[in-house]
């Protein structure tokens, strides 16, 4: 019997063959691409000691633009957490002409090179813009101040979003919600009870993934933002000032500290979605 069984594993684990090759390669293709390279951050800044490393992440510069990055990052991301999911929304439940070119203009942020996305931004939000220029009339100043910096990391984060949400709102049976219908629940109530609880951890996916995009994000906000130090400059661009002064040290251990924060985010989204599935918050 016990010969038997073994026999039924090994037969079990031979139904898709070459598993030690394919995870080989796999193991190789993710260390070159992605360990080792985030691997020498570490590497770059190991040398420095806690007092040095502190200095440099803690200056005055870096934390202004520290505070910027996670807050526009956050509240792009947030922004996007809502329309992104109603954007998915109207592309799932309803049929209108010009549906596959809004479809197709969601992945727009993807194809455009960033810098061009920039320019664009740019141009429409500029004081003399298409809608620079009525926002000035209010006393709202976009391009070159802090609002700009959220709208380019608002434009770049939202397929991240939607293209998250999307695919679990075409699996979710819209009988599912005519039931709930049926039985007496409202608008309101059956959102709650039946399309949140799945729709949620999707959209926190789509929210992390949106912030930590922003957090990285350079191209598109260094035409929009006007860089002014310690008002509209980025982390990103602080790491790239100080790899043009030849400051690879420094540059390296403010890219530590951001690679850290993103870390930190994946993992508490991922704690967060665990603790909900735990609970029956969400499925």
Same mark, same amino acid.
């Given at each position: 019997?016990?010969?038997?069984?073994?026999?039924? &594993?090994?037969?079990?684990?031979? +139904?898709?063959? %070459?598993?030690?090759?394919?995870?080989?390669?796999?193991?190789?293709?993710?260390?070159?691409?992605? *360990?080792?390279?985030?691997?020498?951050?570490?590497?770059?800044?190991?040398?420095?000691?806690?007092?040095?490393?502190? %200095?440099?992440?803690? !200056?005055?510069? &870096? /934390?202004?633009?520290?505070?910027?990055?996670?807050?526009?990052?956050?509240?792009?991301?947030? #922004?996007?957490?809502?329309? %992104?999911?109603?954007?998915?929304?109207?592309?799932?439940?309803?049929?209108?002409?010009?549906?596959?070119?809004?479809?197709?203009? &969601?992945?727009?942020?993807?194809?455009?090179?960033?810098?061009?996305?920039?320019?664009?931004?740019?141009?429409?939000?500029?004081? @003399?813009?298409?809608?620079?220029?009525?926002?000035?009339?209010?006393?709202?100043? !976009?391009?070159?101040?802090? *609002?700009?910096?959220?709208?380019?990391?608002?434009?770049?984060?939202?397929?991240?979003?939607?293209?998250?949400?999307? $695919? +679990?709102?075409? @699996?979710?049976?819209?009988?599912?919600?005519?039931?709930?219908?049926?039985?007496?629940?409202?608008?309101?109530?059956?959102?709650?009870?039946?399309?949140?609880?799945?729709?949620?951890?999707?959209?926190?996916?789509?929210?992390?993934?949106?912030?930590?995009?922003?957090?990285?994000?350079?191209?598109?906000? /260094?035409?929009?933002?006007?860089?002014? $130090?310690?008002?509209?400059?980025?982390?990103?661009?602080? #790491?790239?000032?100080?790899?043009?002064?030849?400051?690879?040290?420094?540059?390296?251990?403010?890219?530590? /500290?951001?690679?850290?924060?993103?870390?930190?985010?994946?993992?508490?989204? @991922?704690?967060?979605?665990?603790?909900?599935?735990?609970?029956?918050?969400?499925?």
């Amino acid at each position: 019997m016990t010969t038997l069984a073994g026999r039924l &594993v090994t037969s079990k684990k031979s +139904i898709l063959p %070459g598993f030690g090759l394919t995870m080989g390669f796999t193991l190789l293709y993710l260390s070159l691409i992605v *360990l080792i390279p985030l691997l020498m951050l570490f590497i770059k800044t190991a040398h420095l000691t806690w007092t040095e490393f502190l %200095g440099i992440v803690t !200056s005055p510069l &870096v /934390v202004a633009s520290y505070k910027l990055s996670f807050l526009a990052s956050f509240v792009g991301a947030s #922004i996007n957490a809502v329309f %992104g999911v109603l954007v998915a929304w109207v592309l799932v439940r309803y049929e209108f002409p010009g549906k596959r070119i809004i479809d197709g203009m &969601v992945d727009l942020p993807f194809a455009l090179p960033t810098a061009v996305a920039g320019i664009s931004l740019t141009a429409v939000y500029a004081q @003399n813009g298409w809608l620079g220029r009525p926002l000035m009339h209010l006393g709202i100043k !976009s391009a070159y101040s802090p *609002l700009g910096v959220m709208i380019a990391l608002t434009f770049i984060g939202l397929p991240f979003v939607v293209r998250t949400v999307q $695919p +679990i709102l075409q @699996n979710l049976e819209a009988e599912q919600e005519e039931a709930a219908a049926s039985l007496g629940a409202g608008r309101a109530q059956t959102f709650i009870k039946v399309i949140a609880p799945t729709v949620l951890p999707a959209t926190l996916t789509g929210f992390s993934l949106a912030f930590a995009r922003a957090l990285g994000e350079y191209g598109s906000v /260094v035409f929009i933002s006007g860089n002014m $130090p310690m008002k509209t400059e980025i982390t990103p661009l602080v #790491i790239m000032t100080k790899l043009e002064q030849f400051d690879y040290v420094g540059a390296a251990a403010v890219a530590v /500290v951001m690679l850290v924060a993103s870390f930190v985010l994946l993992f508490l989204t @991922n704690i967060l979605q665990w603790w909900g599935r735990k609970r029956g918050l969400w499925l």
